[in-house]
């Protein structure tokens, strides 16, 4: 679990890098402000959520093979990929519903971080 969620999260803050990029000088033309916000705050949290998994990874060393921090792990990729990912495709298509399901991610972020917290205070 440990090498799993290290890597997950190596690549995911390389995709955060590459998508922010692509954000600020790709799409600053192509986007309304509002929606470049959007877009914006997709990655904002594609950044958070990814050393949160490399946060995973380096306590999975640390701690005994824990099902709460397997479940954090988990949880924090669902939530990048349904959060950021929303965002990201809300801004480039202007498919608005896909708002709807962007709080699921959130909810799934807020879960793992919860997680995180128990698995250190059950084995520590």
Not at 8 to 32: E, Q, R, T
């Amino acid at each position: 679990m440990q090498k799993l969620f290290l890597i997950i999260g190596s690549a995911a803050m390389a995709l955060a890098v590459m998508l922010g990029a692509f954000g600020a000088h790709g799409l600053k033309k192509m986007l309304s402000d509002e929606m470049l916000t959007i877009f914006e705050t997709g990655v904002s949290y594609h950044f958070y959520h990814a050393i949160g998994l490399l946060v995973v990874g380096l306590t999975a060393r640390y701690l005994s093979d824990s099902i709460l921090l397997s479940w954090s792990g988990w949880l924090m990729l669902a939530g990048l990929l349904i959060f950021s990912g929303s965002l990201y495709v809300l801004s480039i298509t202007g498919i608005r519903w896909l708002g709807a399901i962007t709080p699921v991610g959130g909810l799934c972020f807020i879960a793992s971080w919860i997680l995180l917290a128990l698995a250190i205070w059950k084995n520590l």
